[in-house]
C-alpha cells in the first residue's frame, strides 16, 4: 500500500470481496455484520462490495423460504442494508419474491401459495439505491442441494455499467458451465469484470478442482472473474470460502483464507481486458449483437478517475488435502454450537483413537474450558484404556469424569435374567454397555445443558458397526463423514502440529497403534466383525460414495465373499442412519441429504 498518490489514466476498479461466515435465519445478525463490512470496504475506497449468496439470510434456509413472514423479514432487511451502502456499489445474496411472469425454463420447482414466485437472486446497489437484480439461472438439484424445490430460475442475463465499467453478475452454478451465462454476459455484453457470488459446501478435493473450473472460465471468456464464497458451518454443512480473483488469463491474481472470515481488496486493470479482446473477432461480433440477448443497466456511464494509492489487501496460500479435512471438522464443530446457543459438549471417551480425535477436534474448536470428557469403564476396559483416555485429557487440559457402569451392567443382567434365560449371551448384553453409557451422556446433557458429541466414523456408521441409542446418542456426529483410515491420517496429522508447535503429541501414541477395540467382552477387535479397514474402506467408498455395482467393485480386487458381506451389512442398516444425528459433511457422498436410500428396500443386488 505504500508509494505516492497518483492518478489512474486507464480505468481501474476497486473491488473488495467479503467473505463472510452468515447465520441462517438471523437476518438482524446478518446485516448487522454486512453493514460493518461495508464500512471497511469504504475505508478501504473500494468502487464496489461483493457479498457471498444468500448472504443476508444465510445458506441453506431451507423450507424457511415457504414462510411467507420470512420473505417479507428478508426483504426488510434488505432495505436496511441498503441504505448503509452509501458512497458505493454492492453486490449482495438474498431471495427474491417475483410476480409470475411464465414458466420459462422447464424446470421443476414447488412455488409457495401465493401470487408471487421466489428466486435465487443478487442486489445490485448503487448509492443506497436498489438499481437492479439478477436471478440465478442454473439451479443445483443434487447431493445437498434442493434448489428447484424452491426457487424458479431466471430468464434474463443483465450486465451493468458501473463508473464506465461493464460488469455481470451471476450466482455459483451459473458459473460451473462453460455456455452459461457468463459465456453470455462477456461475449454478448461486453463484461470485463464477472462477479460471481457463492455458498459452496467443502469436501475433500472439491476446492482445487474448483479453482481449475475457475481458471479455465475466466481464460475462455478472457475476463476477470471474481469468486466470491461463504465460510463457516451451517448444520453438516461447511463452507471453505476460498475464495479467488483471477485475471483474464485466469492468473490467480489474489486467494481468500481457508476457513475464515476474510476481506480481498484488489484494483483490476479492465483495459488490459480490452486489449486482450481486441485481437478476437468473437467479441466484435459478439457486441454486434448484445442488446438481443443481454440486458444492459447503465448505472454510471462515464469512468471517473480517482486519485488513490494501488492497493492489494489480504490473500493466502492453499492448505494441503489432510489440513482441509481437519479445518472443516473444526469449524462445523464450532459454529454448530456457537449458533445452537450450545456453550459446553461432552464426550464419551473409551480410549480409542475414535474418540481421541473427536475430543481434540472439540477441544480446538471450543477451547479446553468448553468441553468435558466422560470415561465410563466396564468389566471389560481394559488398563491401557483407562491410562491413555486420562493421558489423552490430562494433555488437552480438559476435565475427566469418571463413572463405571460395571454396576449398572450387572444390574440390567438380573432384571433380564428370568427373560433370557433360555438363551446364550451375544450382542444384546454387549450392546446393553453402550446404552448405559448412551443414557448416561444424555442424563448429563439433560442436566446441564451441554451438547453430547457422539464419536462414530464413516466406516462403522455404513456398515452398522454401532449402537443404536447406545454410541449413536447424541446431537452432533463429528466424524461421521470420516473414514476410519481417514481418522488414523487426521490423527497423525494432528500430532505433528502439536510437536512442531508444543512440543509434544497431543493423542498419546499407543491410542494410534493399539488394534481399534469395541471392548464390551473379552479381548474383543473390530476385525473380529469386520473386515480389516484396508480392506472395508475402499470398498466402501466404492459403494457408498461412487454407486459402484457388486461386479465393478469385485473387478478391483477384492473377493466376493468380502463384497457381498460389506454390501449386505451397507443395505441392511440404513434404519440405523436414518435415526443417527447430523454430521459434518467432507466427502462428495456423506450419509445424509448426499445419500437418500429406502429403508424398506428389496432391490438388493448380493
Not at 475505508?43 to 444465510?58: H, K, N, S
Not at 464419551?348 to 475414535?354: H, K, Q, R, V
Not at 502440529?497 to 464390551?520: C, F, H, N, Y
Request: aromatic share 8%; hydrophobic share 40%; glycine share 8%.
Amino acid at each position: 500500500m505504500g508509494g505516492r498518490a497518483f492518478f489512474f489514466e486507464m480505468r481501474f476498479c476497486r473491488i473488495a470481496m467479503v467473505q463472510m461466515n452468515p447465520t441462517v435465519g438471523d437476518l438482524d445478525g446478518n446485516v448487522r455484520a454486512m453493514k460493518g463490512w461495508v464500512k471497511e470496504a469504504r475505508r478501504a475506497r473500494a468502487d464496489v462490495v461483493v457479498f457471498p449468496e444468500m448472504a443476508i439470510t444465510g445458506y441453506p434456509p431451507e423450507d424457511l423460504v415457504l414462510r411467507a413472514s420470512f420473505l417479507k423479514d428478508t426483504r426488510q432487511a434488505l432495505n436496511r442494508l441498503i441504505k448503509a451502502c452509501r458512497g458505493i456499489t454492492a453486490v449482495i445474496g438474498f431471495i427474491e419474491e417475483g410476480i409470475p411472469t411464465g414458466r420459462g425454463p422447464s424446470t421443476p420447482f414447488i412455488v409457495p401459495s401465493g401470487p408471487h414466485e421466489i428466486f435465487n437472486a443478487a442486489a445490485i446497489v448503487h448509492d443506497a439505491r436498489l438499481v437492479s437484480t439478477y436471478s440465478k439461472m442454473i439451479l443445483p438439484n443434487y447431493g445437498v442441494f434442493d434448489e428447484s424445490r424452491y426457487f424458479r430460475p431466471g430468464t434474463i442475463i443483465p450486465v451493468f455499467v458501473v463508473n464506465g465499467i461493464v460488469m455481470g453478475v451471476n450466482i455459483c452454478e451459473d458459473v460451473w458451465y462453460p455456455e452459461g451465462p457468463t459465456r453470455h454476459q462477456t461475449l454478448f455484453g461486453g463484461a470485463e469484470l464477472i462477479v460471481n457470488i457463492n455458498a459452496s459446501p467443502f469436501h475433500m478435493g472439491k476446492s482445487r478442482f474448483r479453482e481449475q473450473m475457475l481458471a479455465t472460465r475466466a481464460r475462455e471468456n478472457e475476463v476477470i472473474l471474481s469468486y466470491t464464497n461463504m465460510v463457516g458451518g451451517q448444520d453438516e454443512l461447511v463452507f471453505d470460502g476460498n475464495s479467488l480473483l483471477l485475471d483474464q488469463r485466469g492468473e490467480i491474481i489474489l486467494r481468500a483464507k481457508a476457513f475464515e472470515e476474510d476481506l480481498l481488496v484488489a484494483d483490476l486493470n479492465l483495459d488490459a481486458v480490452v486489449r486482450g479482446r481486441s485481437r478476437q473477432p468473437k467479441y466484435l461480433q459478439g457486441r454486434m449483437g448484445m442488446f438481443a440477448k443481454v440486458k444492459q443497466v447503465v448505472i454510471s456511464k462515464s469512468h471517473r478517475a480517482k486519485v488513490r494509492r494501488p492497493m492489494m489487501s489480504g490473500g493466502s496460500s492453499p492448505l494441503d488435502s489432510l489440513e482441509e479435512v481437519y479445518r472443516a471438522l473444526v469449524v462445523g464443530v464450532r459454529d454448530y454450537v456457537r449458533k445452537n446457543r450450545f456453550h459446553k459438549v461432552l464426550v464419551g471417551l473409551s480410549g480409542g483413537i475414535d474418540s481421541a480425535l473427536t475430543v481434540v477436534v472439540a477441544t480446538d474448536a471450543l477451547g479446553p474450558s468448553n468441553v468435558l470428557g466422560v470415561f465410563m469403564p466396564s468389566p471389560f476396559t481394559s488398563r491401557e484404556s483407562r491410562e491413555d483416555a486420562v493421558a489423552l485429557m490430562n494433555g488437552l487440559g480438559v476435565q475427566l469424569l469418571k463413572i463405571p457402569i460395571t454396576g449398572l451392567w450387572k444390574g440390567y443382567l438380573r432384571v433380564l435374567s428370568q427373560i433370557f434365560k433360555e438363551t446364550d449371551p451375544d450382542t444384546t448384553e454387549e450392546n446393553l454397555q453402550a446404552r448405559i453409557r448412551g443414557n448416561i451422556l444424555m442424563a448429563l446433557s439433560n442436566k446441564f445443558g451441554h451438547l453430547v458429541l457422539t464419536t462414530g466414523n464413516k466406516s462403522e456408521m455404513s456398515v452398522g458397526y454401532a449402537t443404536l441409542y447406545g454410541d449413536m446418542a447424541g446431537g452432533f456426529a463429528v466424524i461421521k463423514d470420516v473414514s476410519k483410515t481417514l481418522v488414523y491420517d487426521l490423527a497423525r496429522l494432528r500430532n505433528r502440529q502439536s510437536e512442531s508447535g508444543e512440543g509434544r503429541e497431543v493423542i498419546p501414541k499407543r491410542i494410534i497403534d493399539r488394534a481399534p477395540t469395541a471392548e464390551l467382552k473379552p479381548s474383543q477387535t473390530d476385525q473380529d466383525t469386520l473386515p480389516p479397514y484396508g480392506v472395508l474402506d475402499p470398498i466402501l467408498e466404492a459403494y457408498v460414495e461412487e454407486d459402484r455395482s457388486l461386479e465393478e467393485i469385485l473387478q478391483m480386487g477384492f473377493t466376493y465373499g468380502t463384497v457381498k458381506r460389506v454390501v449386505a451389512m451397507v443395505d441392511r442398516s440404513e434404519y440405523k442412519r436414518r435415526q443417527a444425528p447430523i454430521g459434518i459433511k467432507i466427502t462428495p457422498r456423506a450419509l445424509g441429504k448426499d445419500r437418500r436410500m429406502p429403508i424398506t428396500n428389496r432391490y438388493l443386488k448380493v
